[in-house]
């Protein structure tokens, strides 16, 4: 009888997928690929059914992520998602026994069912082997040591035996009266043989005389034949002397080639530098003045940690007194939210899966953080916000009410209730992108326009503020998703990401927003995405992060412009990605 395998009571396990999921698709109770998914029926918060049954089972009957009150019975199926999920490909329940086949989650349990390495039990009393089914037949009449033997019917033997005996009797009879036959048989043929061999004599005389001719001929021809091969030889070593000139030459030619790919690359290389030291020379130098310019604190809050904690603490980076500080958290969890300052406060503005705003005042001390009375129309994660002036524009970002990325460019007004006037509309959905104001124009960068990186996008944007227009701009060298974004001057500084490929960058380069070139400048000290930076002076500072290894970042880095290397500065005090920073006012100190 089959062995049913160990059911896995809550999501998939990230590792059984043929291709990485992305993280929209986790349960937010176990961490792992939603299975079986169920979502609260206010804000759709999404959960395995597993799991958000246990969580009602053992708690209160409200929501983990929004406290609304929700019951099995009030769970929603999210449809789509539930559709998209089941194509997924995953491995077989028994994999790890050696069945090396990948199937959609919706036909998983029919693949595991008839599986033919599922394990079984061996029936052969005594036995109990745990196998392979497919192996089962075989192991139970062939293999195994307890199998059953059929028993002959040891009378019927031996009337068998009998039998054989008669047999061989008359067999033997048969026999002696064959051999009688063949030594008459053999009598005969002397006689024969006799009056053969007189005629052989004769015959073999004449085939003498030709083999004797046939001989003569044969020195002729090999005379002939070893001339001819003289001549072959000759001709071979001339050949062999033209052959061994030709592989000369080509191996001449191709230490030529290879020393001309070699100056290539060195010219190709020089080049570069020599890009970079044009860029430099343009740059301002480190002056005294700059380097003495007093740098502002660095306020970063929320995002996530590791095992999928998302965070409320906010820490404040001191540069008088070079390090991190803990002050007021944020009320609620907002990760891959955005940030903006208006009127001497913060607003931090959506997130995954959060319609809310929170504010705080930034010439009140301590520092406390407050809900805003208003909150967005909708929830909205991935998102970028930038200040003209009285206005706030929201671009793009990821719609969790409608699963579906933005390509809005709207209005904020930040009033109570909050509304979103679209202003208008981007080319293509994008989430994950970068965002900058300059003078009257706003330039948006890359981002992707669905799920996953291979839909990275290279474009760049240029919205008209005052003319409500939006146009294409010279693109990125490459697309790039996932990035951080920095304005020095009338130039934008794009710092890391992640590539189509789903490479993690620790590129650096200046978009020139009026001729659309860029310039390399000195790569970071590690690969990044999902992370923060800011710019105080001329300082670039780049906070936490994702690596290529989805490790969870703790480290600070900085870099002067005019300067030629990055700098650390000293690490958070705990690792975190999507959080949101901004540079805090030097009119006062925070800590």
């Not at 003045?289 to 904690?309: C, F, M, V, W």
């Not at 993690?504 to 390399?520: E, I, P, Q, R, S």
């Amino acid at each position: 009888m089959a062995c049913c395998p160990t059911e896995e009571k809550y999501g998939y396990e990230d590792s059984r997928f043929e291709k990485d999921v992305d993280q929209h698709f986790h349960c937010s109770i176990c961490y792992n690929v939603l299975k079986e998914p169920r979502m609260c029926r206010n804000n759709e918060h999404v959960f395995c059914l597993a799991c958000i049954s246990e969580h009602l089972k053992v708690n209160s009957h409200t929501c983990p992520e929004c406290n609304d009150h929700l019951s099995v019975d009030t769970l929603r199926r999210p449809r789509v998602l539930s559709n998209y999920l089941s194509k997924l490909k995953i491995n077989c329940d028994y994999a790890s026994r050696g069945c090396p086949e990948f199937t959609c989650v919706e036909d998983l349990k029919t693949h595991v069912a008839n599986c033919g390495f599922a394990p079984v039990f061996c029936s052969n009393e005594n036995c109990g082997m745990e196998i392979n089914k497919q192996e089962r037949e075989h192991h139970e009449t062939v293999v195994c040591k307890y199998r059953k033997m059929k028993c002959h019917d040891c009378g019927q033997i031996q009337e068998d035996v009998g039998a054989l005996k008669g047999g061989l009797m008359e067999l033997n009879g048969k026999v002696e009266a064959t051999n009688e036959k063949m030594e008459k048989n053999h009598a005969d043929m002397k006689k024969i043989v006799g009056k053969l061999e007189g005629s052989l004599g004769g015959i073999n005389k004449r085939i003498n005389e030709k083999v004797e001719a046939v001989g003569e001929m044969n020195r002729v021809v090999n005379e002939k034949v070893g001339a001819m091969k003289n001549s072959q030889d000759e001709i071979k070593q001339e050949v062999g002397k033209i052959k061994r000139e030709v592989k000369d030459m080509k191996e001449n030619c191709s230490k030529v080639n290879k020393d001309v790919g070699e100056v290539k690359i060195m010219m190709i290389q020089m080049l570069e530098k020599l890009n970079t030291l044009e860029l430099f020379n343009k740059l301002p130098l480190p002056t005294e003045e700059i380097l003495n310019t007093p740098r502002q604190d660095i306020l970063i809050a929320g995002g996530r940690a590791s095992r999928g904690k998302r965070l409320k603490s906010t820490a404040i980076y001191s540069w008088e007194k070079s390090g991190w500080f803990e002050v007021s958290p944020i009320n609620e969890k907002h990760n891959r939210a955005s940030s903006f300052i208006y009127n001497d406060q913060l607003f931090v503005v959506g997130g995954v899966n959060s319609k809310t705003i929170e504010i705080m005042g930034l010439n009140e001390l301590p520092l406390k953080c407050m809900k805003f009375p208003g909150e967005l129309p909708y929830g909205c994660g991935d998102h970028q916000t930038v200040v003209y002036q009285q206005r706030v524009i929201h671009i793009g970002g990821f719609i969790y009410d409608k699963w579906r990325q933005s390509k809005m460019i709207s209005e904020l007004q930040i009033t109570s209730p909050c509304t979103m006037k679209e202003l208008c509309q981007m080319p293509e959905p994008r989430e994950c992108h970068g965002a900058e104001i300059i003078e009257d124009k706003v330039l948006v960068f890359g981002g992707q326009k669905s799920l996953g990186h291979e839909s990275s996008l290279d474009s760049v944007l240029e919205f008209d503020v005052k003319k409500n227009e939006c146009k294409e701009m010279p693109p990125l060298p490459h697309p790039l998703t996932q990035m951080a974004t920095v304005r020095w001057r009338d130039q934008v500084v794009v710092l890391g990401g992640r590539d189509r490929d789903g490479h993690v960058l620790n590129d650096v380069f200046m978009y020139d927003c009026k001729t659309g070139k860029t310039k390399a400048l000195p790569s970071m000290l590690e690969k990044r995405c999902r992370y923060c930076a800011v710019i105080t002076g001329n300082t670039i500072v780049v906070v936490g992060g994702m690596d290529e290894n989805y490790e969870y970042l703790s480290s600070v880095e900085c870099f002067t412009m005019g300067g030629s290397t990055w700098e650390y500065l000293p690490a958070m005090n705990e690792a975190r990605y999507g959080a949101i920073a901004e540079v805090l006012p030097s009119t006062r100190k925070y800590v």
